[in-house]
């Protein structure tokens, strides 16, 4: 959904979005809901609110692909981008770091919602918190099966640490 700057009344806007988005960064399983209040204080724009959706994600310890739900409070402030200037190579301060930008009078609560599904996402996601993942060597998911590797080789680089244990007991 587009919406006009200039257009935004001065006690603000109130939406409850559900959208179907596409991006090629995440895949969105779900439609996106949305509950926003969107204010304006001179030429900057005030979004507050919470998103919530599902996301498809691949397991960063066994590779599976699964689903999660993220549910996520938005608090973003847009400045109109000729603000800061028509360098092709702008370099964002710190306190700019925290806000985001309109073009032609027009902010895309599209884009708002993929960026904040985008930046709730977990770094390592897992499946599970008890996850094994694969072994190293045959590749087997340790949860579903075990395998009979068996991990005794040690990297030569911490082979010194070896001795350290000797020493303890």
Do not use: W
């Amino acid at each position: 959904m587009k919406i006009i700057v200039s257009e935004i009344p001065e006690e603000g806007i109130e939406l409850d979005l559900t959208e179907d988005i596409r991006d090629d960064v995440i895949r969105i399983a779900s439609p996106v809901h949305a509950s926003l209040k969107i204010e304006k204080r001179a030429s900057e724009v005030l979004v507050t609110g919470e998103i919530s959706g599902e996301v498809k994600l691949q397991c960063s310890r066994c590779l599976k692909n699964f689903s999660v739900n993220i549910k996520s409070p938005v608090e973003v402030v847009y400045h109109p981008a000729d603000a800061v200037g028509r360098d092709e190579n702008y370099e964002l301060q710190s306190d700019e770091l925290d806000m985001g930008f309109y073009r032609n009078d027009t902010l895309d609560t599209d884009e708002l919602l993929k960026e904040q599904l985008l930046l709730n996402v977990p770094m390592k996601p897992l499946c599970s918190p008890e996850c094994k993942g694969i072994c190293p060597k045959c590749g087997t998911d340790l949860n579903a099966a075990q395998c009979n590797c068996g991990f005794s080789e040690i990297d030569p680089r911490l082979k010194v640490l070896e001795q350290l244990l000797k020493r303890k007991e």
